[in-house]
C-alpha cells in the first residue's frame, strides 16, 4: 500500500510563505502522477496543482487560478514540495499530497492515493 505523508504545516500570518514537503512510501516520484489538494473549512476539497514529469528529471507543472505566482511546485531530496508565498486567509485548508499511477491528478480527477493532510492557517 502506497503512503503519501506530508509535512510542513503550520499557523502564519497573511503575505508569509510555508513550504509543505510530501514523501511517497514506494517506488520514485517518476512512478506516479503528483498533485497537491486542499480543503478549506465548510468546502469541497479543490485542486492547488500537479506536477508530470516529461522526461528524466524534467517536469511541467500546473497550478489552479488562485494560486498561479504564488505558489510552486519541485521536487528535490526525494521529496515532492508545495512552496507556498504571499499567503492569504483564504488559503487557510489542510493540504493534501495525492499520487496516481496512469495520470496526472487534475481538478476534476481521484487519485489512487492521498496522504493524510497538513493544516495550513494563515490569519489576516
Known amino acids: 500500500q502506497v503512503q503519501l505523508v506530508e509535512s510542513g504545516g503550520g499557523s502564519v500570518q497573511a503575505g508569509d510563505s510555508l513550504r509543505l514537503s510530501c514523501v511517497v512510501s514506494e517506488g520514485a516520484f517518476g512512478d506516479y502522477g503528483m498533485g497537491w489538494f486542499r480543503q478549506a473549512p465548510g468546502k469541497e476539497r479543490e485542486f492547488v496543482g500537479n506536477?508530470?514529469?516529461?522526461?528524466?528529471?524534467?517536469?511541467y507543472a500546473t497550478y489552479a487560478d488562485s494560486v498561479k505566482d504564488r505558489f510552486t511546485i519541485s521536487r528535490g531530496d526525494g521529496k515532492l514540495y508545495l512552496q507556498m508565498n504571499s499567503l492569504k486567509p483564504e488559503d487557510t485548508a489542510v493540504y493534501y499530497c495525492?499520487?496516481?499511477?496512469?495520470?496526472?491528478?487534475?481538478?476534476?480527477?481521484?487519485?489512487?492515493?492521498w496522504g493524510q493532510g497538513t493544516q495550513v492557517t494563515v490569519s489576516s
Open positions: 506536477i508530470k514529469w516529461i522526461g528524466g528529471s524534467a517536469y
Open positions: 495525492a499520487a496516481a499511477r496512469d495520470f496526472t491528478p487534475g481538478p476534476h480527477d481521484a487519485p489512487d492515493y
